[in-house]
């Protein structure tokens, strides 16, 4: 089973504009009616751009860490894995997406859904970390319909 796809990371184009302050996902804020600074996204995601590369989900292993089919990874090769890191690593050939995580000496790529199993690392398991994955990118629109879901149910 695919679980992503990827892709080479290119030079932005367009800068897009960031805002000088903060978002306050609290209370609004009334210094953020102007932009001060322009972002390259791809400056952004990494300090290490040649060590870093995007990748699309395929699968939905990692729905309980928010990360779903169609999401955008993006895949740092500079990042040593600590326990509990999203990783993207090759098991028998194959690309995985997988939570890193120890217990002991055990190692394990770990998922996040209920309907996936462990995967726990041996002598005999071929498998090689690609990177870590320190953001991704969300499709807010594209789940819109779940969270119109709660808000109705929480008003009625």
Known sequence: MKEITLFRRGTAKTLIP?????????????AADYEEASIDLN???????????FAKVEGD?????????????VVDRSLNPQKGDVVVGTLNGDFVLRSYFTKGCQVFLMPDNKHYKPIEL??????????????????????????????????R
């Open 43 to 53: 400056d952004y995601v990494s300090r290490y751009p040649e060590a870093t590369f």
């Open 18 to 30: 960031l805002f000088s302050d903060r978002i306050h996902a609290g209370f609004e804020s009334p």
């Open 122 to 155: 041996n002598a005999t398991t071929q498998f090689e970390i690609w990177g870590v994955v320190p953001h991704t990118i969300y499709n807010q629109r594209r789940r819109n319909s779940a969270r119109v879901n709660r808000f109705e149910q929480l008003l």
């Open 61 to 73: 292993c990692m729905i309980g860490s928010g990360i779903y089919p169609d999401d955008m990874l």
